[in-house]
Nanobody
Framework: QVQLQESGPGLVKPSQTLSLTCTVS??????????WSWIRQPPGKGLEWIGY???????YYSPSLKSRTSISRDTSKNQFTLQLSSVTPEDTAVYYC??????????????????WGQGTQVTVSS
């Protein structure tokens, strides 16, 4: 059973960088054909796909967030991370990590992912 767990600060000040880590257990982030996504849901709004890192290490970002987003991984710890710079209150959301395949690029359909983390609330406020 694959499990994903998000971790990171729950409160970030405006203009700072949001940093989150997703720790994966029960499976390797380098296993062929799997893509590891970051997705968020602002209060009262729908899901927004942020980007993913492939089993190969290739990275793809949402065009709308690309200029502020960095996704990386630590294969020795079986973790992947999200950094979102220059945050504003509009970046307040529940942030999720999830596993899927290549077709999940841009996907906001929960059913296209086979495993999700429980989500972590991040609030941007001074």
């Amino acid at each position: 059973q694959v499990q994903l767990q998000e971790s990171g600060p729950g409160l970030v000040k405006p203009s700072q960088t949001l940093s989150l880590t997703c720790t994966v257990s029960g499976g390797s982030i380098t296993t062929d054909s799997y893509y590891w996504s970051w997705i968020r849901q602002p209060p009262g709004k729908g899901l927004e796909w942020i980007g993913y890192i492939a089993y190969s290490g290739s990275i793809y970002y949402s065009p709308s967030l690309k200029s502020r987003t960095s996704i990386s991984r630590d294969t020795s710890k079986n973790q992947f991370t999200l950094q979102l710079s220059s945050v504003t209150p509009e970046d307040t959301a529940v942030y999720y990590c999830a596993r899927g395949d290549a077709a999940t690029m841009g996907s906001i359909n929960r059913k296209t992912y086979d495993y999700w983390g429980q989500g972590t609330q991040v609030t941007v406020s001074s």
